[in-house]
């Protein structure tokens, strides 16, 4: 079966998809970094923030949100992929189809994500910027991007 992409408000979403989606999302941040935190943030239900993922049948193989900040910019984050479904372009595809949505929702808002460190190159390959100085985020070196528009 091939890789479908989706995207959803999170009220919408069926309740077993989103318990994968969020299962990624703690499989890949809290198990696999070994770091304890919040995932479940309360950003996942805010107005207009959608959860956007990939699927092989049931499985969710990645997935990231976006969300909108009050000073009106797009946010990606939570930008998770299993350990299957690396180096299959799937996240590379689920990232342009976000970055695609984010130009349908607001083409001058500035696009901006929080990248761990070592994945800068990766969010630069769809022209993500350094915007700032580095930062800790629960023991893990993160830099501030901004898409270049």
Known sequence: MPVAFHRSETRAIDPLTLYAILRLRVDVFIVEQACPYPDVDGRDV??????????DGSDVLATLRVLHEADG???????ATGRAARSRGVASRLMREALDRCDALDASAPVLLDAQAHLVEWYARFGFEVAG?????????HLPMRLRR
Do not use: Q, S
């Open 46 to 55: 805010e107005p207009g923030a959608e959860l956007h993922w990939a699927t």
């Open 73 to 79: 910019a797009l946010r990606v984050g939570r930008v």
């Open 133 to 141: 100085d580095g930062f800790d985020e629960d023991g893990i070196p």
